[in-house]
């Protein structure tokens, strides 16, 4: 890294794993370096699943520490990004009421159709534009209210996971408009909370706060933290604090003003966010029967997008195996997957089986059995599998972006950490017979870096901070190879996902 160059933290929050990273920005280039890592995860505690808050901010303080430590005064700002849908609840004197609950706790099991008997899908689409995935924050929410928890009652505040570190870190509470809008209770239209649908649910409003954009600074960090951190009074800015928000916001690309994208992202981790970024957002039926989403973008932008499974499917396999004394890393499963026989057994990624099995590669196998296929007979078959059924529903997903955008699709532009498997990268490539421009890995940190550089005054604009990106990190690109066995093999994917209930 240069000297005397402005550093701007980006905390970044993912399901499995956090980071502190910093970023050097010259006023031409940025660079990142990891500062510290931790793991992150689920905590099982009388049978529900709870994320370890108190654990996560020790991590967050100890990665400060470490970055007052190595750059000192030349910090500028910190900004926390997280996943989304996830919250905590404070009391009127800012005590947190329980650990925040994992949104993969069986505790929104069936919960869409009990919900549906209080406010139609259609109308609740309507109102929020969002898709239906049963552990959306509304859900969680009313969840509570069916089993009569007494924390609605006491709580004063509701912060979603970033919206709390930021607390944590700066005392200022905040909703900030990209993780807001994961909840379906975010009306984007109106851009402003949707509070006939909370007063139908009987949830109570007065917990929220007044959206705030991207950019927003909060203030200097609180006075103890600031003193952890060897005294460095540094400013607390939300970034996109929805992690794909930031992850978006570090999309190589260019749009031009009027005219209607061509070229579509995933953002590929632990789950794959597959989507477009458009002015403003489309809630039509045929967007509502596809199951799409409207998300906040940054800049006052939508985030067209469909959730998929994404490397969750391996991240599960890899540690069941490593329970049964199977230890692989990602590149020896990549190999192992690169030797397996091609386009033999495919599987529904998003079939809910697959959303938190005890063992995975046993579910991945059960379903194959299920739908008359020869399940898959060995580990590197399972990710092979795994990763090819991706492949083919990014082909089904673009397709119906195309349906939404109303205009072909040319490159898809792949970020984050799932660009490092490059077998997947081909695979998409060759399923969906575009052009694939895979980086940077840093994704979600960089576009929070960025966004802090921009509410900083270092840089004009988004599209002047894409510019900075394009030209400070090395991207790869992967052609169609062999697309023919791919058109084949999507016949078979279609009638698999419409088999589905």
């Known amino acids: 890294m240069a000297k005397g160059a402005q550093v701007f933290l980006a905390v970044d929050l993912g399901a499995s794993s956090g980071r502190v990273v910093a970023g050097e920005f010259t006023g031409r280039r940025i660079a990142l370096e990891e500062v510290s890592?931790?793991?992150?995860?689920?905590?099982?505690?009388?049978?529900?699943?709870?994320?370890?808050?108190?654990?996560?901010?020790?991590?967050?303080?100890?990665?400060?520490?470490?970055?007052?430590?190595?750059?000192?005064?030349?910090?500028?700002?910190?900004g926390v990004d997280t996943w989304g849908v996830d919250f905590g609840l404070l009391n009127a004197r800012d005590e947190l009421l329980g650990n925040p609950v994992h949104y993969r706790d069986r505790r929104t099991e069936g919960i869409l159709e009990d919900a549906f008997q209080v406010v139609p899908r259609s109308e609740i689409f309507a109102?929020?534009?969002?898709q239906f995935m049963p552990f959306n924050t509304l859900f969680q929410l009313f969840a509570m209210r069916r089993e009569g928890s007494p924390l609605l009652d006491a709580a004063h505040s509701l912060l979603m996971m970033p919206d709390l570190f930021h607390w944590l870190l700066s005392g200022e509470k905040s909703n900030e408009y990209t993780d807001a809008s994961t909840t379906q209770f975010f009306d984007p239209q109106k851009n402003d909370w949707a509070f006939p649908l909370l007063d139908r649910f009987e949830l109570p409003s007065r917990l929220l706060r007044p959206v705030s954009l991207p950019g927003t600074r909060l203030g200097p960090l609180r006075a103890s933290v600031a003193q952890e951190m060897g005294g460095h009074r540094i400013q607390v800015v939300l970034p996109g604090t929805h992690d794909t928000a930031s992850a978006v916001?570090?999309?190589?690309?260019?749009?031009?003003?009027?005219?209607?994208?061509?070229?579509?992202y995933i953002s590929s981790g632990?789950?794959?966010?597959?989507?477009?970024?458009?002015?403003?957002?489309?809630?039509t039926d045929r967007c509502r029967e596809l199951n799409f989403t409207n998300e906040g973008g940054v800049g006052g932008t939508i985030r067209l997008l469909k959730n998929i499974a994404g490397l969750w499917l391996v991240q599960q396999c890899r540690a069941c195996w490593q329970r049964e004394g199977r230890t692989y890393d990602w590149d020896e499963l990549t190999a192992l997957a690169q030797s397996a026989r091609p386009l033999t057994a495919l599987i529904h990624p998003d079939d809910p089986r697959f959303v938190a099995p005890d063992n995975m590669p046993a579910a991945i196998r059960q379903y194959c059995e299920e739908t008359g296929q020869a399940p898959p007979d060995s580990d590197g078959a399972v990710i092979r599998c795994a990763l090819e059924s991706l492949a083919l529903r990014y082909r089904m997903v673009i397709g119906w972006l195309e349906q939404l955008n109303g205009g072909p699709l040319e490159t898809i532009h792949i970020v984050g950490g799932g660009?490092?498997?490059r077998l997947l990268c081909q695979m998409a490539a060759d399923a969906c017979d575009r052009r694939v421009v895979a980086g940077p890995i840093e994704a979600t940190a960089i576009g929070n870096v960025m966004m802090q550089a921009v509410s900083n005054g270092d840089v004009a604009s988004i599209a002047e901070a894409r510019e900075v990106i394009r030209t400070s990190f090395a991207v790869e690109e992967y052609v169609p190879a062999q697309p023919d066995p791919w058109h084949r093999a999507y016949d078979r994917f279609v009638e698999l996902v419409n088999r589905a209930p």
């Open 37 to 78: 890592r931790f793991a992150n995860g689920g905590v099982l505690a009388n049978e529900r699943l709870y994320w370890d808050l108190l654990g996560l901010w020790q991590h967050v303080k100890d990665g400060l520490r470490a970055a007052g430590t190595k750059y000192g005064d030349r910090i500028v700002s910190v």
């Open 127 to 130: 109102g929020t534009g969002l």
């Open 249 to 264: 916001m570090a999309v190589p690309a260019s749009s031009l003003p009027g005219k209607k994208p061509n070229w579509c």
């Open 270 to 283: 632990t789950w794959s966010l597959m989507g477009i970024e458009l002015p403003g957002p489309v809630v």
């Open 419 to 421: 660009t490092q498997n």
